[in-house]
Structures are given as C-alpha cells and as structure tokens.
C-alpha cells in the first residue's frame, strides 16, 4: 500500500512539475502580413512609405499586384522554380464584377507619383473613412482596365474586394482640389459600398425596401435603355441592369442586391440633398431609400459631412 501510495504522489508531483513548465500561449500573427508588408531590413524609400502607412492608417500598402515570388528550387530540367501569388481581382471581388472578366493594371511609373498618391489617400479619403471601413489593404495604381464579359472595356476609379481595393491614381498631382474632392468621394463610396454589404445588420435596414423585387423581371414595351431606365426609377432602382437571352441583350431586370446598395452609397457620398432632390424627387421610392441610407449612415458614424 506504502509503495502505491508513493507511486501516486510521483504522478501528481509530476503533473504540476509539467504544468508549471509549459511555455506560454502565443498569438498567431495572420500570415498574410508577410506577403503584404515589405521586409522589416528594407530601407528604401518605397518600403518605409508602405511600413509607415500601415503603423498611421491601420491598412497595408500595395503598389504591385504581386504579393510574393519566392524561388523553389531547381526542377530536374534544370529550370529554376517560383511560387508566386498576385491579387486576383476576379476571384476576390463579390457583386458587380464576376470571375469572367479580365483585369490589368497600370503601375505607378516612379516614386514621385507614389509619394503623389499616397499624400492624396492621406489628405483627401482617409479622414473620412472610419478604421471599421477601411479595406485590409490599397493597391494604388495609374489605371485599370476591365473587359466584360461582352467584350467591352472599361477603367474604374475604384474597384473593392476581399483583400484590397485597387485605386487609379495616375497623374493625382495634375488634378486640382475639386478634382481631388470629387474622385476622393468615388473612391470611398465604392470602399464603403463593399464594407456595407457585409455588415448584414446595416445592409438589411436598405435591403428591406425593396426585398420583394430582387431578382425578378418586369415587362417592357420597347426594350430601350430610356425606357428601362424609367421603369427602374419608378421601382426605386437608379443603376441600369438587364439580362441576356440567347445573343440578345435584354432590358425589364431587377439589379441584385449589391448593385442596388453600391449605386445609392455612391449617389450618397458623390450629391448634395439638393442635387438629389432636383434629380428624383418625382421618384418617390428613390428619395426614400436616399434618405433611409444616409440616416443609417449619420447613426453609425459613416459620414462626416
């Protein structure tokens, strides 16, 4: 019984023994920063530009759509290998723009028009973005352009996804302050749009006018752009939608949820009351969903003008 009882108190002892010497907990940093972040021993202008951004506005800083190439080794050809990871802009974005499409970015060509377009982030979008809005990071570009599906370009202010939002910002130091003012309030209706979207509590407030509608057709006389545009004003609706049938590009549809959200921020965000009113106010369900949404956006804290 003595040598049981021993052989107990050996086990306990050692138990606490164990306990007491477990290393402490560590947080897990995200493993993205590695890739999204410059490496803390770089020292040129353009690394501590992108440390410092990310210290002050609590976003990273891309000015490259390639996060990582790291060198794998030599395969049995004798031909080095890379994996390489860039921002996919197709596969991250949700709404308005869908994997079918093709993007390509224009870099900024030099430091001076990345110095340019950071000091307009600072100046002229930043104050008014709350930290909850920002995206994980800005990709700061000269331009981008997109081919639709129907083959048709074009090159947003703009464009907000999962991990960034890419802005064009060539040749920002030419622009002069009303300039400045007016694509500041483009690129922070589409960053604030996109944010929305996924605070469902927020969202559902807006959604909630026009719920029965999404996702449904109307009938249409003539299937013109005028007469389709009328028609949506008359339902609350204020971006162009349509849908395609075979080879024919048809009007008479509903936009979804999220185009509907994004085109009333950005009427929010880029119009005064009176701009508005002057343009919809014989469409009452468009004032009232302008309304509704800017009153959300007062109580939460979103807008500071």
């Given amino acids: 019984m003595k040598n049981l009882n021993y052989f107990i108190v050996i ?16 947080v897990q940093e995200d493993p993205r920063s590695a890739y999204f972040l410059p490496n803390e021993s770089a020292t040129d202008e353009e690394s501590i530009m992108r440390r410092s951004f990310f210290t002050e506005e609590k ?18 050809n004798g031909d080095k290998q890379y994996r390489t990871e860039r921002l996919n802009m197709g596969y991250i974005l949700a709404g308005t723009v869908d994997g079918l499409q093709s993007f390509t970015h224009l870099l900024l060509p030099n430091i ?9 982030m600072k100046n002229y979008v930043l104050p008014d973005l709350p930290y909850v809005l920002r995206p994980y990071s800005w990709f700061l570009t000269s331009s ?6 129907l083959g048709m370009p074009s090159y947003p202010v703009a ?11 060539g040749g920002i130091a030419t622009l002069s302050d009303n300039q400045k003012t007016v694509l500041a309030s483009q690129i922070i209706a589409t960053t604030v749009a996109y944010k929305v979207a996924k605070l469902d509590d927020v969202a559902q407030r807006f959604y909630a006018v026009s719920q029965t509608l999404y996702g449904t057709q109307f009938p249409v006389v003539s299937y013109t752009e005028e007469e389709n545009k009328r028609e949506l004003l008359q339902r609350g609706f204020i971006v162009q ?14 936009p979804s949820r999220e185009k509907d959200l ?7 965000f880029t119009s005064t009351d009176e701009e508005v009113n002057a343009q919809y106010a014989q469409y009452p369900v468009v004032m009232q969903k302008y309304r509704l949404l800017k009153t959300i956006f007062t109580e939460e804290g979103y807008l500071n003008r």
């Fill in 11 to 26: 086990i306990v002892v050692g138990c606490l023994t164990s306990c007491r010497k477990e290393a402490p907990l560590k």
């Fill in 59 to 76: 976003s990273y800083l891309l000015f490259n759509d390639t996060l990582r190439h790291e060198f794998l080794g030599v395969d049995y």
């Fill in 112 to 120: 001076e028009e990345k110095r340019a377009s950071v000091a307009f």
């Fill in 144 to 149: 981008t352009e997109i081919i639709d599906v």
């Fill in 159 to 169: 464009i907000a996804g999962e991990r960034s939002v890419a802005v064009s910002l």
């Fill in 241 to 254: 939608n349509w849908f395609i049938e075979g080879l024919f590009l048809l009007y008479g549809s509903i």
């Fill in 262 to 268: 994004e085109s009333y921020v950005k009427l929010v």
